[in-house]
């Protein structure tokens, strides 16, 4: 593989001259001075495509569809060392989990969709610095793929939004709230002590529609630290906002996840922010939710880490984002040798933030509650690299598009002692930028 400095192009500029091909995927820091968001990620031209029927594909796939060209050069400045790219769907990880929904498949959406990539862009924000990785091909060699790269990004584009959907709420209000109660009854009953509910707005794509130009447009409402953009090239899109890590993974096998439990408006005066932040801080309930996602996770992790290398080095911090605080914890752990990235994700999706506690049980409940299958969202979006690395996010704060439909879903942790109504109003203020005008 060669790599290659090119000169300093903004990511989203550079996402505008690329967006017409296909396969694509764009995992996109976009919370510009965010800690969390220095680096992104355009992968173009996959060597190989996966269309995930089974989650346990992965593995074998990963190891089959290595590319000839694998040795990442030693100037190339970032984690990611080139490898595969793609979504592990929410329903993989039921199948995983041994659980068969009573809900179809979302029609033209496949269980995941990975891409080997040896045609990388990679964007340092601090460092203003853009760098491209290409191996070589039967009949093109790297040097000619970069070349043609830097031409294409040349280009003039711009991405306007486009018409918008006319957004159809599946579950009104009114039912929502009551099956927030029974999911209480549930919990009551001693079933489980959180579970997470959601609720799902659909729309045909209108006339002239672009995921592209909907996605450019849902970057610059709602900037997240794992927004991405995935065109599959077989008619499904992926237009993400994530705030929330799932699992991340160094090449020597060094575990974090962050769960996000616990949300809070942002406000427009700094202290009345500050106080809402204080305040979703000190709230007992999300502090509680928080705790019980923070253990699952620990358990999760414990399945296939050193034993005694697991840790909680932080637990109930307040992170920002554009619409809401959120509360973070960290857990880490050692992978235990032999152990590969891909497994740990196998094992531990669904992720627990959007399942709840106890998982499995929370899973069936979700599943019996919800007016349809979650597809790709609450599922996993993932880079595994070459090396064995991986940083891998919660797809939620996104929007799935199909031939036929567009799919839009936000939802949140039911506890005991979860309100019906602040729950739609969370879910609402959640799902607002992806069913915004504009």
């Not at 579950?171 to 001693?190: D, H, K, M, W």
């Not at 997470?196 to 997240?224: K, V």
């Not at 152990?339 to 959007?354: E, Q, T």
Request: charged share 20%; with cysteine.
């Amino acid at each position: 593989m060669l790599c290659r400095d090119l000169g300093w192009v903004e990511p989203g500029a550079a996402f505008a001259a690329l967006a017409g091909e296909a396969p694509l995927v764009f995992l996109d820091s976009a919370a510009a001075g965010d800690a969390r968001a220095r680096v992104s990620y355009i992968g173009l031209e996959p060597c190989a495509v996966l269309e995930l029927a089974r989650a346990d594909e992965l593995p074998g796939w990963l190891a089959a569809a290595r590319p000839a060209d694998a040795a990442c050069p030693l100037d190339w400045p970032f984690p990611f060392k080139a490898g595969a790219m793609g979504w592990l769907g929410y329903g993989a990880g039921l199948t995983q989990a041994g659980i068969e929904s009573r809900h179809a498949p979302i029609p033209g959406l496949p269980e995941g969709w990975f891409g080997m990539f040896d045609l990388v862009l990679g964007f340092d924000y601090a460092a203003r610095r853009l760098c491209v990785l290409a191996g070589d091909r039967p009949g093109q060699g790297a040097q000619a793929r970069i070349a043609a790269l830097a031409a294409r990004l040349r280009r003039a584009a711009a991405l306007p939004p486009g018409p918008q959907p006319d957004w159809r709420e599946e579950t009104p209000r009114a039912a929502y709230e009551a099956r927030v109660e029974r999911l209480r009854a549930y919990i009551g009953a001693g079933d489980v002590f959180q579970a997470n509910f959601t609720a799902r707005f659909t729309a045909a794509p209108p006339s002239g529609f672009s995921a592209a130009g909907y996605y450019a447009a849902l970057r610059r409402r709602s900037p997240a630290p794992f927004a991405a953009f995935i065109e599959t090239g077989c008619g499904a899109a992926l237009c993400g906002a994530s705030p929330e890590r799932f699992l991340s993974v160094t090449a020597t096998g060094a575990v974090e996840t962050r769960p996000i439990k616990g949300t809070a408006r942002r406000e427009a005066c700094p202290r009345a922010d500050a106080r809402a932040a204080a305040a979703l801080r000190d709230n007992p309930k999300e502090r509680a939710e928080n705790l019980m996602i923070t253990d699952l996770l620990r358990n999760d992790l414990g399945q296939l880490c050193e034993t005694g290398s697991v840790r909680v080095p932080e637990l109930f911090a307040v992170e920002r984002f554009a619409q809401a605080h959120h509360l973070v914890s960290a857990v880490t752990g050692q992978l235990r040798p032999g152990v590969g990235a891909a497994d740990l994700l196998l094992a531990c999706s669904p992720g627990g933030s959007i399942t709840g506690a106890p998982k499995h049980r929370a899973m069936q409940i979700i599943d019996a509650l919800e007016a349809g299958a979650r597809g790709a969202y609450c599922g996993a979006l993932a880079w595994i690299g070459l090396d064995g690395a991986m940083d891998s996010a919660i797809i939620i704060r996104t929007m799935v598009a199909t031939p036929e439909w567009l799919y839009a879903q936000a939802g949140g942790g039911i506890t005991w002692d979860s309100d019906p109504a602040s729950e739609y109003e969370e879910m609402m203020l959640k799902l607002s930028p992806l069913i915004a005008h504009g």
